[in-house]
């Protein structure tokens, strides 16, 4: 005659499955993190276009960002 599971013991066994799929859903987050440095600006130019921009919109605005006068600016660009 096979004896009842005791609830101690049925408890235990829905532990472990609960703890086993606990442990694969952290495996899964672990492999699927993005790797290395993404970078959220990728256009080549921006540094260029910025500097552009800088140079020849109005001078108070060279001044208030860069803190540099724009001869001073233009001299460090030559």
Known sequence: MASLPTPIATLQSQLY???DAL???FVIAIILLPRG???QHTNMWRGTTWTAQLLYSH???LLSVTQIRPDVFNKLLN
């Open 23 to 25: 442990i694969l859903t």
């Open 17 to 19: 499955v609960f703890y």
């Open 59 to 61: 001078k108070a605005r």
């Open 37 to 39: 440095v993404c970078t």
